[in-house]
């Protein structure tokens, strides 16, 4: 099965700085890298993800990038407002067992 | 999402009752998953089903059963409840491979 990383479990950033969040996964068989945040008391929702023939993707402060020879891709928030505080997820895989999640990075903005 | 419920949203139920949590979709995917979510633990997964007639044993099944009724719904049952089966639960439907899971809400259980 799939093994799956995610640092740092907890990041406090200022308002309007940048956060970056890493994920690192065992199966080079993985096609599929989404990421999902969930807000307190929410169920997770996806934001951004991203397939395995493509490198970046961005979608207005977030993008995600991707590094399929390391086995590791990223979620980036640029700019980060309020709003942006919850957890995310990354969840690779897209394989017969569908997605394994990692177990969270608790995202903290400071004003 | 509003396409994925689940029912009952709480529950508070005695060691060794049998509890049933019920998720249906009405987005038409096939593939239906029941995920609990503890802290710090993030979503770990219980059992899943591809259609009516297929349903796989997750990372966690022991102490859980599954039935998926028709492919609108999936339900997840406790046979004898627990403590340590005090979470967060979560189902979600999908269309395949690669393709984004739906969340239902979520149903808070505890076991006392």
């Known amino acids: 099965g799939e093994n799956v990383e995610q640092h740092p479990s907890t990041l406090s950033v200022q308002e309007g700085d940048s956060a970056v969040i890493k994920c690192t996964y065992s199966d080079s068989a993985s096609n599929y890298f989404p990421w999902y945040k969930q807000e307190l008391g929410k169920r997770p929702q996806l934001i951004i993800d991203i397939r395995s023939n493509v490198g970046e993707k961005k979608d207005q402060r977030i993008a995600v990038t991707l590094n399929k020879t390391a086995k590791h891709f990223s979620l980036h928030i640029t700019e980060t407002q309020p709003e942006d505080s919850a957890v995310y997820f990354c969840a690779p895989g897209g394989g017969a067992d569908g997605l394994t999640f990692g177990k969270g990075t608790h995202l903290i903005i400071q004003p | 999402d509003a396409d994925v419920t689940q029912t009952p949203r709480n529950r508070i139920t005695k060691t060794g009752k049998r509890i049933m949590l019920e998720c249906s979709q009405t987005k038409g995917h096939d593939r239906m998953y029941w995920y609990r979510q503890d802290p710090g633990l993030g979503l770990r997964l219980i059992y899943y089903?591809?259609?009516?007639?297929?349903?796989n044993k997750g990372e966690i099944s022991d102490g859980y059963s599954v039935s998926r009724q028709a492919q609108a719904k999936f339900s997840l049952s406790l046979e004898s409840a627990i403590p340590n089966q005090t979470a967060l639960y979560f189902c979600?439907?999908?269309?395949?491979?690669?393709?984004?899971?739906?969340f239902g809400p979520g149903t808070r259980l505890t076991v006392l």
């Open positions: 089903s591809f259609d009516v007639k297929d349903i």
């Open positions: 979600a439907a999908t269309r395949g491979h690669g393709d984004t899971q739906y």
